[in-house]
C-alpha cells in the first residue's frame, strides 16, 4: 500500500512554500502527499493565488484548504482586556482554533502514515496524539535557529528578569556564535503573551518524533552537531534532527515571460544588485527614498522590487496595492536611471532573478527562503533584516557562513542613502566582495552536492524514511 503523508503549514506564502517544495521530494521518494493549508482568516487574494498555482503546477500533490474554525467567542487577536494584542498571538490562537478542522480532515482520509506539522503548528501534536499519528516538525528556518530556540526556553526559567532587559548583552548558545539579545525576535524579548506563547511553541517541539530542518550539513556543522549532542535542550531529550536541504523552489510557472529577464538579458555578467524583500516585506515612504537615492549615487546596475507602505502595521496579511512609484520614489529618480536600473511593482521571478548570469548580489530580508534560495544561487547576500528570526540569520550568514555583509542602520529608523550606496559599491566593486562571491559560489556547490545521491542531506532524508513507522490500518486514526 502507498504511503501517505499529509503536511501541514503555518499561516502565509513564505511558510506555504516550504511546504510545497518538501511535497514534492516525499513525491520523488515514491509517498503520496497530502497538503492541508490553513487559509488566513482574513481575506488573502495573495493565499488564494498561490495555492491555485501551486495545485496547477503541482497535480501529483492533493492540496486541500481546511474550512475556518469556529468562531471564537472574542475576536482572534484580541487579549484579555480587550485591546489588540501582538500579530503573533493571533496568529498562534487561530493556528490552535485550527485543530479541529484539522482533525476532521485527518479523519477523513482513508489513511495516514505520518503528519509534518509547519513549526509555528505545534498545537497540532495533540490531533496526532488523539489520533495515534506520528507526527514530525517541519523547521523553515536555520538550524542555527532551531538550536537558538530550543536552548531559550530553558534559559528563560533560570535568568530573572525578560530577555529584552539584557539590552546588547551577548547570549551564547551551543553551536552558534554568540549575538546581542537584542537581535532576538521582538516579540520575544517582552515578558508578555507573546513571548510566553512563543517559548511554549518549541517547548513543545522536542514533544515529536523528529525535526526536519531546511539545511545542509556542511552549511551549519556546529549547530546541527549541537542539536545531534542534545546540548540545545539540557534537561529532556532531544528528537532526532534531519539537515534535509536546501528545499529550494525551482522556478518556473508564470517567470518565463517576464520583463525583469529580458532586461537582465541585456546586462553583463554579475553586474546588477538585485533588491527584494520578501512576502512580508514593505518599507515607508522615507525608506523607499533613502534606497532610491542610494542607488542612483551607487551608479550600479540594480533590479529593484517596490512595494506600497503597510498601512496597518498589525495586519501582515494586508493586501498588497499597487505602488504608485511617482509618489513614493524622489523626483526624477527613475528617468535619471533609466537604462541603468528597472524597478518591478509587488512581485519578480526571484529565483530565477538570482541564478541569471547578471545578478551579482542580493539585498535580503534574510528570511530563510530567500536565504537559501541567494545561496543555491552562488550570490553574495546584502543582509537587511526586519522582523521574527531574520536579526538572528544575519549574525549567521555573516558571522558564521561569512555569505554576506550587513546593512547598517536597520535597527534604527531608516538605512540612510549613504549606506545603500557604501554596501552596493562595495559587494559589487572591492576586494571584499569578490571573495565574498567566491565563497558563496563555493557554498553553491556543496548546497547542489548535498542534495545528490550519496550527499548529506539525500542520506538525511532516507534515514527519515527508514524511521517513518507504517500506518497499518485505517482504524489506528480514527475517531
Given amino acids: 500500500m502507498e504511503r501517505t503523508v499529509v503536511l501541514y503549514p503555518g499561516l502565509g506564502v513564505g511558510h506555504l512554500v516550504p511546504m510545497v517544495e518538501l511535497a514534492k521530494v516525499f513525491l520523488r521518494h515514491g509517498l503520496a502527499v497530502t497538503v492541508a493549508a490553513v487559509k488566513p482568516p482574513l481575506d488573502s487574494p495573495d493565499f488564494s493565488a498561490a495555492v491555485a498555482?501551486?495545485?496547477?503546477?503541482?497535480?501529483?500533490?492533493?492540496?486541500?484548504?481546511?474550512?475556518?474554525?469556529?468562531?471564537?467567542?472574542?475576536?482572534?487577536?484580541?487579549?484579555?482586556?480587550?485591546?489588540?494584542?501582538?500579530?503573533?498571538?493571533?496568529?498562534?490562537?487561530?493556528?490552535?482554533?485550527?485543530?479541529?478542522?484539522?482533525?476532521?480532515?485527518?479523519?477523513?482520509?482513508?489513511?495516514?502514515?505520518?503528519?509534518?506539522?509547519?513549526m509555528f503548528c505545534t498545537d497540532a501534536l495533540d490531533v496526532a496524539s488523539e489520533l495515534r499519528l506520528p507526527v514530525y516538525v517541519f523547521f523553515t528556518s536555520a538550524a542555527s535557529d532551531l538550536a537558538v530556540f530550543l536552548h531559550l526556553t530553558s534559559m528563560r526559567d533560570s535568568i530573572n528578569t525578560s530577555f529584552g532587559e539584557l539590552g546588547d548583552s551577548m547570549i551564547h548558545i551551543p553551536g552558534c556564535p554568540p549575538f546581542k539579545a537584542s537581535e532576538l525576535p521582538s516579540d520575544i524579548l517582552s515578558d508578555n503573551e507573546a513571548s510566553?506563547?512563543?517559548?511554549?511553541?518549541?517547548?513543545?517541539?522536542?514533544?515529536?518524533?523528529?525535526?526536519?530542518?531546511?539545511?545542509?550539513?556542511?552549511?551549519?556543522?556546529?549547530?546541527?552537531?549541537?542539536?545531534?549532542?542534545?546540548?540545545?535542550?539540557?534537561?529532556?531529550?532531544?528528537?532526532?534532527?534531519?539537515?534535509?536541504?536546501?528545499?529550494?523552489?525551482?522556478?518556473?510557472?508564470?517567470?518565463?515571460?517576464?520583463?525583469?529577464?529580458?532586461?537582465?538579458?541585456?546586462?553583463?555578467?554579475?553586474?546588477?544588485?538585485?533588491?527584494?524583500?520578501?512576502?512580508?516585506?514593505?518599507?515607508?515612504?522615507?525608506?523607499?527614498?533613502?534606497?532610491?537615492?542610494?542607488?542612483?549615487?551607487s551608479e550600479k546596475r540594480f533590479l529593484w522590487v517596490v512595494r506600497s507602505p503597510r498601512i496597518d502595521e498589525k495586519n501582515v496579511f494586508e493586501p498588497l496595492a499597487e505602488p504608485d512609484l511617482d509618489a513614493l520614489l524622489p523626483a526624477g529618480f527613475m528617468e535619471e536611471t533609466r537604462g541603468r536600473g528597472l524597478v518591478v511593482k509587488l512581485w519578480a521571478p526571484q529565483v530565477e532573478v538570482l541564478r541569471h548570469r547578471s545578478t551579482g548580489a542580493v539585498g535580503t530580508h534574510c528570511g530563510w527562503n530567500s536565504t537559501l534560495e541567494g545561496i543555491t544561487a552562488g550570490v553574495p547576500l546584502l543582509c537587511w533584516p526586519l522582523y521574527a528570526e531574520q536579526r538572528l540569520n544575519k549574525v549567521f550568514v555573516v558571522e558564521e557562513m561569512k555569505l554576506g555583509v550587513e546593512m547598517r542602520g536597520y535597527d534604527e529608523e531608516v538605512v540612510v542613502a549613504e549606506e545603500v550606496e557604501a554596501k552596493v559599491r562595495w559587494v559589487m566593486e572591492s576586494e571584499g566582495g569578490q571573495a565574498l562571491r567566491q565563497r558563496a559560489a563555493a557554498v553553491k556547490d556543496a548546497a547542489a552536492q548535498a542534495i545528490k545521491e550519496g550527499g548529506s542531506s539525500h542520506a538525511a532524508f532516507f534515514?527519515?524514511?527508514?524511521?517513518?513507522?507504517?500506518?497499518?490500518?485505517?482504524?489506528?486514526?480514527?475517531?
Fill in 463 to 479: 534515514k527519515f524514511l527508514e524511521d517513518l513507522p507504517l500506518q497499518v490500518s485505517r482504524g489506528m486514526v480514527s475517531a
Fill in 196 to 297: 510566553r506563547l512563543i517559548l511554549l511553541m518549541f517547548r513543545r517541539h522536542p514533544e515529536s518524533r523528529g525535526i526536519l530542518v531546511n539545511t545542509f550539513e556542511s552549511l551549519e556543522t556546529r549547530a546541527l552537531r549541537a542539536l545531534e549532542d542534545g546540548l540545545c535542550v539540557p534537561g529532556r531529550a532531544t528528537p532526532t534532527v534531519y539537515s534535509i536541504g536546501p528545499i529550494v523552489s525551482g522556478g518556473g510557472g508564470r517567470a518565463k515571460d517576464h520583463d525583469c529577464l529580458r532586461w537582465l538579458g541585456a546586462q553583463p555578467d554579475n553586474s546588477v544588485v538585485f533588491l527584494s524583500f520578501g512576502s512580508l516585506g514593505r518599507f515607508c515612504k522615507k525608506q523607499l527614498e533613502e534606497i532610491a537615492i542610494g542607488l542612483q549615487k
Fill in 53 to 118: 498555482r501551486f495545485a496547477e503546477c503541482n497535480p501529483a500533490i492533493n492540496f486541500h484548504v481546511l474550512p475556518p474554525p469556529p468562531p471564537p467567542p472574542a475576536p482572534v487577536g484580541s487579549g484579555s482586556d480587550g485591546k489588540s494584542a501582538s500579530p503573533i498571538v493571533g496568529m498562534l490562537g487561530f493556528l490552535n482554533a485550527m485543530n479541529a478542522p484539522l482533525r476532521d480532515f485527518l479523519c477523513s482520509l482513508p489513511s495516514v502514515d505520518a503528519l509534518i506539522v509547519d
